[in-house]
């Protein structure tokens, strides 16, 4: 694959990302967002072993299973994390603060790879909390206006910056068995556990409610709540996981965490523009202003080593 198609595809994953926070928004009328998590994963799993077969997981080596499974768990996590986020503040606000994934990163990389940071990470790091704090805009005086989705989005960066980072070294690094598709079931398969507990630990396993006043109306199966449902998991379960996970592993490896990561930055602006669109969502000039700043603050941490060395 040249570096071309896979920064193509990368963009149709960030697309399909962006996309995908309307869904997830709408699904959660339906059922608490671990159980929809966990509905989703699981049908986008058999979706991957229609496609690819299972059978072909009893030949991976342990190394890869032990990989896979890790990487599965922070992926499950971090979505976790980021589906309650989308609940409870709105939708443009956990984009954006999901975003702070990428100036994190190189400290991440640091911890894991002892991979130095620069000046330009760190000068991106501090542009981005002043855009969060534009973004949410808080009385620091009461501590209002923070909303708890705030805090879980900030709460699921670190993973992000983890699952990242480990995909980047075990692609890299990738043994002869161990191909795209494998490793896209193995990271569903390790998801499933943790959004598992979840649902036991903090949710009602019969959490779903399909049963609301439209569904009175005419016959079951014509229920427009119910249709809405099934389009809400259909789309996340083949888009939104199995697409979307299958491009970011596939391609990825084919160009540089640099340049995913600066394409990667159409997906809150895409989630933001969709949110508008379907919420006629309005922002404040310094939400605006705080979106704004956070996408600087990632082209600088990411770009401004580069630009500065040319010149």
Request: aromatic fraction near 16%; charged fraction near 10%; glycine fraction near 6%.
């Amino acid at each position: 694959m040249k570096s071309w198609q896979a920064e193509c595809l990368i963009f149709i994953a960030a697309a399909i990302w962006g996309l995908s926070y309307v869904f997830v928004n709408e699904g959660m009328n339906f059922a608490s967002p671990a159980l929809f998590l966990t509905i989703r994963f699981a049908l986008a799993l058999l979706i991957t072993f229609f496609f690819f077969g299972c059978l072909s997981l009893r030949t991976l080596k342990p190394k890869t299973w032990l990989r896979g499974l890790f990487l599965g768990m922070l992926f499950g996590g971090a979505y976790l994390l980021q589906t309650y986020a989308i609940k409870f503040t709105d939708i443009p606000k956990a984009a954006f603060i999901t975003a702070l994934v990428l100036p994190a990163t190189p400290f991440v990389s640091l911890f894991l790879l002892k991979k130095p940071i620069t000046v330009w990470n760190i000068a991106g790091v501090i542009l981005a909390v002043f855009g969060v704090y534009l973004l949410v805009d808080p009385d620091l005086r009461a501590f209002t206006n923070i909303r708890a989705g705030d805090v879980i989005a900030l709460c699921s960066v670190p993973l992000w910056a983890f699952y990242l980072n480990y995909i980047d070294i075990f692609t890299s690094e990738m043994e002869e068995d161990a191909d795209t598709p494998k490793m896209l079931m193995l990271q569903f398969i390790g998801a499933l556990p943790v959004l598992l507990a979840a649902v036991l630990l903090f949710e009602s396993p019969f959490g779903i409610n399909l049963h609301n006043d439209e569904m009175t109306k005419g016959f079951l199966w014509n229920a427009p709540g119910l249709w809405k449902f099934f389009l809400c998991i259909g789309f996340l379960s083949l888009l939104g996981s199995f697409v979307l996970t299958f491009l970011q592993t596939a391609a990825q490896k084919y160009t540089t965490p640099v340049k995913a990561m600066i394409i990667f930055q159409c997906e809150p602006i895409i989630a933001t523009v969709t949110s508008v669109w379907f919420y006629n969502e309005t922002f404040g000039i310094k939400s605006v202003c705080g979106c704004c700043v956070i996408l600087t603050a990632v082209l600088i941490s990411e770009l401004g080593g580069m630009i500065f060395q040319r010149k």
